[in-house]
């Protein structure tokens, strides 16, 4: 199971960190991916991290102020999320999957097995 949280409301500029936690049969060192839904829009790809915290992902809204880290230990997946915008106001999920064979894999929601409630973070101008 995954479980995310940390979201909440915040002005624009501010900062929040999420955190994703792994349980069960999900391991803390499964590929790791966010994704957000905002109202009435597609669920979109945020960033992801391969199992050892290696190599990471973004996408081009998210490059330059957001973070995607994992303390594999704590079975925590975190991502920092600096600059807030009004257009990043969106449910947050994170999501993992047992194994994830390419680079591109990271970027698509059908590659996770695995997916958490989803996280409110709502950010006001």
């Known amino acids: 199971q995954l479980q995310a949280f940390g979201g909440g409301s915040v002005q624009a500029g501010g900062s929040l960190r999420l955190s994703c936690a792994a349980s069960?049969?999900?391991?803390?060192?499964?590929?790791t991916g966010w994704f957000r839904q905002a109202p009435g829009k597609e669920r979109a790809f945020v960033a992801a991290?391969?199992?050892?915290?290696?190599?990471?992902y973004y996408a081009d809204s998210a490059k330059g102020r957001f973070s995607i880290s994992r303390d594999n230990p704590k079975n925590l997946v975190y991502l920092q999320m600096n600059s807030l915008e009004p257009d990043d106001t969106a449910v947050y999920y994170c999501?993992?999957?047992?194994?994830?064979?390419?680079?591109?894999?990271?970027?698509?929601?059908?590659?996770?097995?695995?997916w958490g409630q989803g996280t409110q973070v709502t950010v006001s101008s």
């Open positions: 991290i391969t199992r050892t915290g290696g190599t990471t």
């Open positions: 999501a993992a999957a047992p194994v994830i064979y390419n680079s591109a894999g990271y970027y698509r929601e059908e590659q996770y097995a695995y």
């Open positions: 069960g049969r999900t391991s803390s060192s499964y590929p």
